[in-house]
């Protein structure tokens, strides 16, 4: 696994990303670079805009002494530049509780343990206590969003149509709906000593 990257060395990464030229750049990677851009832009205004709500830094107060959270993301991902902002406040609330950011394709080994539906999807917060026991997981993407999704396909909505949906939905501040269930999430985690 590789080294974890902090908060601050993320963000570096994906701002460096997006600096470098897209002269030579396939057509592939051409559509990630701007998936990347759209995506700092929504976590910035996520960032701007969100102030930790008291049952999110209840939830957050409530998790055992020393809580490790992993978090696994791309910042091509639509879901991560949404839920980010919101995951990275967590350590501002408590300082004992440390952030590690892993890139999902630099760190398959670990994605592989916390698959969705057999996919690498993220993005995956996964938390743990100080002894590195699991205790929870969240992601990759809100109950309310996945029914959104599921009822224009059966609907019959072609790939653009579900992104458009989706982006519009986060932009509605559904981002907002990341923090309730991510609240949830977070007062469902039983430290691992009172489970035995």
Do not use: H
């Not at 929870?136 to 149509?161: F, I, M, N, S, Y």
């Amino acid at each position: 696994m590789a080294t974890p990257l902090t908060s601050t060395e993320y963000r570096k990464r994906w701002k460096d990303g997006l600096a470098r030229s897209r002269t030579g750049m396939s057509a592939t990677e051409r559509k990630y670079y701007f998936y990347s851009k759209y995506n700092w832009e929504r976590q910035e205004g996520v960032s701007r805009r969100y102030e930790p709500s008291p049952a999110f830094r209840e939830a957050v107060n409530n998790l055992p002494e020393g809580a490790r959270l992993l978090y696994l993301t791309e910042d091509w991902c639509i879901d991560s530049a949404y839920s980010f902002p919101v995951v990275d406040t967590i350590p501002d609330i408590r300082r004992d509780i440390s952030l590690e950011i892993y890139i999902r394709d630099e760190n398959l080994d670990l994605m592989d343990r916390f698959l969705t539906n057999g996919g690498r999807s993220v993005p995956k917060l996964i938390i743990r206590d100080a002894d590195r026991n699991d205790l929870c997981t969240w992601g990759p993407k809100v109950g309310k969003l996945v029914a959104l999704r599921t009822q224009l396909q059966e609907e019959g909505a072609d790939g653009p149509a579900v992104v458009n949906a989706t982006s519009e939905w986060y932009e509605n501040e559904g981002w907002l709906e990341i923090e309730r269930e991510l609240t949830e999430t977070l007062a469902s985690c039983v430290p691992a000593a009172s489970l035995s």
